[in-house]
């Protein structure tokens, strides 16, 4: 049995074929992509360079991404990764991208290299459900996180079509709710002047191979930008095949009053996953897959307009935006009869943002505002599926219409010259009715509200030195699978047993920051950061069995820790940086849980580590030129890049009192070559150069297979050395 239990879409049993499964939607991007550049009246607009060491003391990401740099001054810690550091380290998902940030760190519960967990801050995004969510997901100012649980589908993000990563650190009063560690902003491309026309072809171990094409102009006042991928690979372990395909197109118009995007996103992928392993067994066999045939297929689409217009010395921001979603996901069990679920999302919303700046004697505040709301249908259906020919049998059935509300607002000053005090709320109601479709008597309803504050201080004492120091509340709402499954009288059998249970409360986060930033262009970033972020009723999965579980309110938990960031640029095009995390996350209350470890359960008390959540992360990388194109276009050109990581070691999940032996630490490398020449370009990429045998999952539960079914530790092994070499080019 693996504890992948997630709430998908209504969806037919043979998930429908949709065009985004066909190449031959590919075929027409890359005939796009060939198509003459259209004559262009702008120049384009700037894309920022590589700041991954982060830190700026400037909000990057208000609730609607298009007036950025209206929030200057929310003091607090920042990160942008581009576009051309994304492309360059290849990542494929957002995990992987976020990786690349100091105290992040990413682990495998499902045995799905497309569905990895990220633990940021001590705080878990992740698509299992389960995991105490604490950090959201946007796509242009849209929450990607899904309304049954809260959970992140990282395979469905255009993170092939973002321009930039933008990282909001701790509780995002101006993003919107439940962002508790994080909120993560994906700002996407659109088109500029010159025209970009780029295809690109890969194949790597494991029979995976993956085409690329993507194609953006503008044209006097208007600009498009199309992009598309398509994906296969047969896995590195038993049965872990995918596919995956995603579309993403955007159409802008540029004028002298608004600036608008409407753009369209969709992915339909089938992903098989091979969870964890005896720990015997993955020591001997680590590529096999315990349970084979799991597998997530997930079919969504996504619309958003933004627009923007000034309007006298006010400026205008609005948001509106439809995703539907419909997925099936699949677990076969050694404990317990297999079981399949269905379904359907329906989401739609909008935001509206005003901001400006008033005279304020010798000064100006300035000012923005705002409200957002959204709709959210989830029906979830739940299946037993009992093999040998005899007909699925549904056990759950269950739908919620849930509406949320907020507003919010936020002013800064300069108070004396280089000292900037800055303010902001947000205030939120949140409405989840739950309707039981075979129990009528199971019906319940939910209401939370809460003001979310947020205040800090910034000072310039030039030479590219700021200070700053914030403090600020965010609060996670429980999601419907964790209020429909807290009783712990009535656990929750795997996936879930879904009914009106005891009501949990809120979780409510209070962050305290202290950061420096220097930086002199051209030479070197650096920066420092100290936090704490103390969490009330945090909510925690409880395996009181096996097989199943409940959901529970914490009393306290708190993370705090060091962040250390270096980026250097030397001569001849030689980059270096590293990065430091120190994370401690911990139990500040005592509770008893339930474990599978001990029928009797488990006490924490404070001072106790919570699992999965490394105390030490260290990551660096070198990128050296060895060829020089010595000024000439048809010159050739060769580049190597070397990155590494540190992670330090873990408590297992399920050993919350620390009580067992940790997860090794482990150090992974990897190397990257690229070779280019005119438009042409080729790279090859080693990970795991050293073939280095990890971990980076664990948790307990029974061995069926064992005499006497012992609850044993389970791990999710890393792939081992492997290569991917991909060419590229520009027309």
């Known amino acids: 049995m693996k504890g992948k239990g997630r709430s998908l879409p209504e969806a037919s049993t043979d998930i429908p074929h949709s065009a985004l499964r066909i190449p031959h939607l590919l075929a027409g991007v890359l005939l796009l992509a060939l198509l003459p550049p259209l004559a262009s009246a702008q120049q384009p607009d700037s894309v920022p360079k590589d700041t991954t060491t982060l830190a700026p003391v400037v909000v990057t990401g208000v609730r609607l991404p298009t007036v950025r740099e209206l929030a200057r001054g929310l003091a607090g810690r920042t990160a942008t990764l581009d576009a051309q550091d994304l492309d360059a380290r290849g990542v494929r998902t957002l995990a992987d991208a976020l990786e690349q940030l100091p105290g992040v760190t990413t682990s495998d519960e499902l045995g799905a290299t497309a569905e990895m967990d990220v633990s940021l801050r001590g705080f878990q995004v992740s698509p299992v459900i389960g995991v105490p969510q604490g950090v959201t997901v946007y796509v242009d100012g849209v929450r990607a996180n899904e309304p049954d649980a809260h959970e992140v589908n990282f395979d469905l993000l255009p993170l092939e079509d973002v321009e930039r990563v933008e990282v909001v650190y701790g509780p995002s009063v101006l993003l919107g709710r439940n962002a508790l560690g994080a909120a993560v902003n994906l700002v996407t491309r659109r088109g500029a002047s010159p025209a970009a026309r780029e295809v690109e072809a890969s194949a790597g171990s494991w029979g995976r191979y993956e085409l690329k094409a993507r194609a953006g102009a503008r044209h006097g006042v208007w600009d498009y930008y199309v992009g598309a991928r398509y994906e296969g690979e047969g896995g590195w372990r038993e049965d872990t095949r995918s596919r995956i395909g995603t579309l993403f197109a955007k159409l802008g118009l540029l004028t002298g009053t608004w600036d608008a995007t409407l753009s369209y996103s969709g992915a339909d992928n089938k992903i098989f996953q091979a969870g964890s392993l005896p720990e015997s067994v993955a020591a001997v066999n680590p590529r096999r897959?315990?349970?084979?045939?799991?597998?997530?297929?997930?079919?969504?689409?996504?619309?958003?307009?933004?627009?923007?217009?000034?309007?006298?010395?006010?400026?205008?921001?609005?948001?509106?935006?439809?995703?539907?979603?419909?997925?099936?996901?699949?677990?076969?069990?050694?404990?317990?009869?297999?079981?399949?679920?269905?379904?359907?999302?329906?989401?739609?919303?909008?935001?509206?943002?005003?901001?400006?700046?008033?005279?304020?004697?010798?000064?100006?505040?300035?000012?923005?505002?705002?409200?957002?709301?959204?709709?959210?249908?989830?029906?979830?259906?739940?299946?037993?599926?009992?093999?040998?020919?005899?007909?699925?049998?549904?056990?759950?059935?269950?739908?919620?219409?849930?509406?949320?509300?907020?507003?919010?607002?936020?002013?800064?000053?300069?108070?004396?010259?280089?000292?900037?005090?800055?303010?902001?709320?947000?205030?939120?109601?949140?409405?989840?009715?739950?309707?039981?479709?075979?129990?009528?008597?199971?019906?319940?309803?939910?209401?939370?509200?809460?003001?979310?504050?947020?205040?800090?201080?910034?000072?310039?004492?030039?030479?590219?030195?700021?200070?700053?120091?914030?403090?600020?509340?965010?609060?996670?709402?429980?999601?419907?699978?964790?209020?429909?499954?807290?009783?712990?009288?009535?656990?929750?059998?795997?996936?879930?047993?879904?009914?009106?249970?005891?009501?949990?409360?809120p979780v409510v986060a209070t962050t305290y920051e202290l950061g420096w930033h220097v930086r002199a262009p051209g030479r070197f970033d650096a920066s420092a950061d100290v936090y704490r972020t103390d969490v009330r009723d945090d909510i925690f999965f409880i395996a009181s069995t096996v097989t199943g579980g409940y959901f529970q309110n914490i009393g306290a938990t708190r993370r705090s820790g060091v962040e250390l960031a270096l980026q250097w640029q030397g001569p001849a095009g030689v980059r270096a940086y590293t990065n430091y995390g120190y994370t401690r996350a911990t139990f500040e209350t005592t509770a008893t849980l339930a474990t599978t470890r001990d029928t009797a359960g488990e006490t924490v008390r404070p001072g106790d580590e919570l699992p999965m959540v490394p105390r030490h992360r260290v990551n660096a990388g070198l990128a050296v030129p060895i060829l020089r194109h010595q000024g000439k276009e048809t010159g050739v050109a060769l580049a190597a890049a070397v990155d590494a990581r540190y992670v330090g070691r873990q408590w297992l999940r399920g050993d919350e009192e620390n009580v067992t032996r940790r997860l090794s630490d482990y150090t992974i490398a990897d190397l990257s070559l690229t070779l280019t020449w005119r438009d042409f370009e080729l790279r090859g990429a080693v990970r795991n150069l050293f073939d280095r045998r990890v971990y980076t999952f664990g948790t307990f539960a029974e061995n069926p297979t064992a005499p006497g079914s012992p609850v044993q530790r389970w791990l999710t092994p890393a792939p081992p050395r492997h290569v991917q070499i991909s060419l590229s080019t520009d027309f």
């Not at 509340?473 to 005891?502: K, M, Y």
Request: charged share 15%; net charge negative.
């Open 289 to 505: 897959n315990f349970t084979g045939g799991d597998y997530f297929a997930p079919q969504a689409h996504l619309v958003i307009l933004n627009a923007q217009r000034l309007l006298g010395h006010t400026q205008l921001a609005i948001n509106a935006f439809g995703r539907s979603l419909s997925s099936e996901q699949f677990n076969a069990n050694f404990v317990g009869e297999d079981s399949r679920q269905q379904n359907t999302t329906r989401m739609g919303g909008g935001a509206v943002q005003l901001s400006g700046k008033v005279p304020l004697g010798a000064r100006e505040l300035h000012w923005l505002a705002g409200a957002d709301a959204d709709y959210e249908h989830v029906a979830v259906h739940i299946f037993a599926v009992p093999g040998g020919g005899s007909p699925d049998s549904l056990t759950e059935s269950v739908r919620t219409n849930q509406v949320n509300v907020g507003a919010f607002a936020g002013v800064n000053l300069e108070v004396v010259p280089r000292l900037t005090a800055t303010a902001a709320a947000r205030y939120d109601w949140i409405r989840v009715p739950f309707e039981d479709l075979i129990d009528a008597s199971q019906n319940g309803l939910h209401i939370f509200r809460r003001l979310s504050p947020r205040a800090g201080l910034t000072w310039n004492g030039g030479g590219g030195h700021e200070l700053f120091a914030s403090v600020s509340r965010g609060f996670r709402a429980p999601a419907i699978v964790e209020l429909a499954c807290a009783d712990p009288q009535a656990a929750c059998p795997l996936p879930f047993a879904l009914g009106p249970d005891p009501a949990l409360k």
